[in-house]
């Protein structure tokens, strides 16, 4: 494997260690210890981190290394709004162009979302593995409703401002913020846009978008907030 594709690799796994919280606000990234638990050289980790220092995921200090930044409430809440603004276009313009082969896909997506919503036991949050299920499942979900507004630079825009809101959010919150009432209720909430969807509503997309991006938002930025005024364990967010 050259070295683009191992820093490839080695971006995608520290990326993964970032959307699922596993790697805390504050923790140092030390190359020559990463290289070894992911059975590299340095140069790719190297490569990795800068790329996601300049993505804003990494905070460096010269002289002391790179740093996970820790999430900001003001600044994840004005992420949201970025994302309201773009999503709810995206939302639209797929609802306009939606055709079968589309609403397969997020049909597909949703069956494994309502999996991991039934298997959250009531009145629990997600085990680490249902949470880092869910996330992937979640995000492939918008990635695909967002391609379906056939608009390339609004593919690019929104993934980049939804990997940085998913970050930050994930970070604090970890599997605790995936409730077994939450993702029902998604799952609700998906199912009600696929109908939207195979009527090409667009109307009723942009306010469905609206309200499941501020519901989003709300819920996260009051899973913070409570965070910080009762902090759990550590221990409790492997659970």
Request: with cysteine; hydrophobic share 45%; charged share 25%.
């Given at each position: 494997?050259?070295?683009?594709?191992?820093?490839?690799?080695?971006?995608?796994?520290?990326?993964?260690?970032?959307?699922?919280?596993?790697?805390?606000?504050?923790?140092?990234?030390?190359?020559?210890?990463?290289?070894?638990?992911?059975?590299?050289?340095?140069?790719?980790?190297?490569?990795?981190?800068?790329?996601?220092?300049?993505?804003?995921?990494?905070?460096?200090?010269?002289?002391?290394?790179?740093?996970?930044?820790?999430?900001?409430?003001?600044?994840?809440?004005?992420?949201?709004?970025?994302?309201?603004?773009?999503?709810?276009?995206?939302?639209?313009?797929?609802?306009?162009?939606?055709?079968?082969?589309?609403?397969?896909?997020?049909?597909?997506?949703?069956?494994?979302?309502?999996?991991?919503?039934?298997?959250?036991p009531p009145g629990q949050h997600a085990s680490r593995p249902q949470f880092e299920r869910w996330l992937e499942d979640e995000e492939e979900f918008h990635t695909r409703l967002v391609a379906g507004s056939h608009n390339r630079w609004l593919v690019k825009v929104v993934k980049e401002i939804r990997v940085i809101a998913q970050v930050f959010a994930a970070q604090k919150a970890a599997p605790r913020l995936l409730t077994h009432a939450l993702a029902e209720a998604t799952v609700r909430q998906h199912d009600a846009f696929l109908v939207i969807l195979a009527e090409r509503d667009m109307e009723q997309a942009t306010r469905w978008m609206t309200a499941h991006i501020r519901s989003g938002r709300d819920s996260v930025l009051r899973h913070l907030s409570a965070s910080d005024r009762n902090p759990t364990p550590t221990k409790q967010d492997d659970d």
């Open positions: 494997m050259d070295q683009v594709s191992l820093a490839q690799r080695v971006y995608e796994q520290l990326h993964q260690r970032l959307r699922s919280g596993r790697l805390r606000p504050g923790t140092r990234l030390v190359n020559r210890t990463l290289a070894a638990e992911l059975g590299t050289s340095t140069i790719p980790v190297r490569e990795a981190i800068g790329r996601l220092v300049s993505e804003g995921l990494l905070d460096f200090t010269p002289g002391a290394g790179a740093f996970v930044r820790a999430p900001d409430p003001n600044e994840l809440g004005e992420l949201y709004d970025v994302r309201e603004a773009l999503e709810v276009m995206a939302a639209v313009q797929a609802a306009r162009f939606a055709n079968d082969h589309l609403l397969g896909d997020l049909q597909a997506i949703c069956a494994r979302l309502r999996q991991v919503a039934a298997a959250i």
